[in-house]
Nanobody, 125 residues
Framework: QVQLVESGGGLVQAGGSLRLSCAAS??????????MGWFRQGPGKEREFVAA????????HYADSVKGRFTISRANAKTTVYLQMNSLKPEDTAVYYC????????????????WGQGTQVTVSS
């Protein structure tokens, strides 16, 4: 059974930083063959793409709204994906979801087979 478990969310002031982690289990050695992504869903909003990383970690993609502030990375030996979030803004407030097993466009919600339960990030002004 595949599980993605996010951690690292919390309450932070505007301008602060958080580092989210996504620990994958049940994928075994195939984790290193999957592209992984982070999405978020703010209050009353649809789930939106934040960042994605290729299986090797050599290719990354970011939403324009987070480019230059967020960094996605992965440690295949630990089957873990990270999202370093700097210069946080109140509009970054959302539940952040880890997604894995992309079989389509990296920015598409429907492209990912596996999802975590999400971790809340709240940025106060």
């Amino acid at each position: 059974q595949v599980q993605l478990v996010e951690s690292g969310g919390g309450l932070v002031q505007a301008g602060g930083s958080l580092r989210l982690s996504c620990a994958a289990s049940g994928l075994g050695v195939t984790f290193s063959s999957y592209a992984m992504g982070w999405f978020r869903q703010g209050p009353g909003k649809e789930r939106e793409f934040v960042a994605a990383i290729s299986w090797s970690g050599g290719i990354t993609h970011y939403a324009d709204s987070v480019k230059g502030r967020f960094t996605i990375s992965r440690a295949n030996a630990k089957t873990t994906v990270y999202l370093q979030m700097n210069s946080l803004k109140p509009e970054d407030t959302a539940v952040y979801y880890c997604a894995g097993g992309a079989t389509g466009p990296y920015h598409g919600v429907g492209s990912y087979e596996y999802w975590g339960q999400g971790t809340q990030v709240t940025v106060s002004s």
